[in-house]
T-cell receptor, first 117, second 112 residues
């Protein structure tokens, strides 16, 4: 596709349930990022992949959060034993640029809105 | 610890006039600053960026100004158009790191 695709668009989970959020980056994009955006706040960095390598996971809030990108394309963000504070929009972004070239920005998907009840 | 701050949650401007969106930061290690625009139910869209070694960058109706001594940057939109109504995020990067640090956002409304 032409853009970054995320699925599902909306997810309602019961507290304690595990969820998996999918990101299809733009074909050929090397870098992939996950961000969490709480209501009324700016996006907050979760983790970064360069191809299949997870180079930075410093933003993952707890060991309940896990991300993978096994073949260097599609990525999945998994949240185990969801809590109410996990309710947020989860944004995926990708970039064709390797290394520290964030000055050019990167392409975000429309996000997955997770609501934990 | 909010390293990037947008202190105005909202701004209303008349169509055709100038919109000025402000952003303050605390980390002297930031080397690039970016502005993103976000419509409801969509992801943020990159608008314009500026290196920390410059004080101005212009792209069409959008100009970003950087005042390093004050740790302040601003986005000017002139003339403002109805399609500019959106939430604007200021973001910054630290040299060597890949992540963006975002501000809280400012909702801009352009009135006809």
């Amino acid at each position: 596709g032409a853009g970054v695709s995320q699925s599902p668009r909306y997810k309602v989970a019961k507290r304690g349930q595990d969820v998996a959020l999918r990101c299809d980056p733009i074909s050929g994009h090397v870098s992939l990022f996950w961000y969490q955006q709480a209501l009324g706040q700016g996006p907050e960095f979760l983790t970064y992949f360069q191809n299949e390598a997870q180079l930075d996971k410093s933003g993952l809030p707890s060991d309940r959060f896990f991300a993978e990108r096994p073949e260097g394309s599609v990525s999945t963000l998994k949240i185990q034993r969801t809590q109410q504070e996990d309710s947020a929009v989860y944004l995926c972004a990708s970039s064709p640029i390797r290394g520290s070239s964030l000055r050019y920005g990167y392409t975000f998907g429309s996000g997955t809105r997770l609501t934990v009840v | 610890d909010q390293q990037v701050k947008q202190n105005s949650p909202s701004l209303s401007v008349q169509e055709g006039r100038i919109s000025i969106l402000n952003c303050d930061y605390t980390n002297s290690m930031f080397d690039y600053f970016l502005w993103y625009k976000k419509y409801p139910a969509e992801g943020p869209t990159f608008l314009i960026s500026i290196s920390s070694i410059k004080d101005k960058n212009e792209d069409g109706r959008f100009t970003v100004f950087l005042n390093k001594s004050a740790k302040h940057l601003s986005l000017h939109i002139v003339p403002s158009q109805p399609g500019d109504s959106a939430v604007y995020f200021c973001a910054a990067t630290i040299q060597g790191a890949q992540k963006l640090v975002f501000g809280q956002g400012t909702r801009l409304t352009i009135n006809p």
